[in-house]
């Protein structure tokens, strides 16, 4: 019950449509993976609402289907 | 005061405790990688915290996911509030910011060695 690394993406992407996402399978089982994503909508917000926004994002699969996303999330800089 | 009597029980362990980490296994004998790390940051910082293990009661188990609206654990609460996962305390752990945390809830630690 592994997901792969498009469907996160995807998921993401519709509630952060704004987001730069890079999506790492650690262990190449689809199953252990680390995302980085950035979007603007973090501004101001605390980590644990950024983390949150995106396992909202990931509609109830994190910790079910998905067993392990290391997550880390930003704000991007304005260049 | 809540219509989850969970919900009641996991609050009681938060108010028992300045720090209260929710983790599969024990601090001694964590059963989770994930949870482990916590514990190794928090040793580290020589903070006194009441581990509750969710691999023992698994109403607490279900219960503290909704509670925090989090779905994972770890889950790491000071003085009542909700600090994070192994991610984000991982990284407060490292930038210094979960140092400023316990100063700012009067919370004693030793100097950290990096």
New interface residues.
């Given amino acids: 019950m592994a997901m792969d690394i498009e469907e996160i993406e995807r998921l993401i992407k519709e509630s952060l449509p704004d987001a730069e996402i890079r999506i790492e399978d650690l262990r190449g089982d689809g199953d252990h993976y680390s995302a980085y994503v950035a979007s603007k909508a973090f501004e101001g917000l605390p ?2 609402k950024q ?2 926004m995106v ?1 909202n994002a990931l509609q ?1 699969r ?3 289907e998905l067993h ?1 996303l ?3 999330t930003s704000v991007p800089e304005v260049t | 005061m809540s219509d989850n009597p969970v919900f009641d029980r996991i609050q009681t362990e938060i108010d028992e405790s300045s720090v209260t980490l929710f983790m599969k296994g024990t601090p001694m004998f964590p059963q989770c990688g994930f949870s482990s790390s916590v514990v190794q940051a928090l040793t580290m910082m020589g903070v006194k915290f009441k581990g509750v293990d969710v691999l023992a009661d698994m109403e607490i188990r279900d219960g503290i996911k909704q509670f925090s609206d989090w779905p994972t654990i770890p889950q790491l609460y000071v003085k009542g509030e909700f600090v994070g996962g192994c991610d984000i305390i991982r990284e407060m752990f490292e930038t210094g910011e979960l140092k400023k945390v316990f100063d700012e809830n009067d919370i004693e630690y030793s100097e950290v060695q990096q």
């Fill in positions: 980590r644990v983390h949150q396992y109830g994190m910790g079910n392990a290391a997550l880390q």
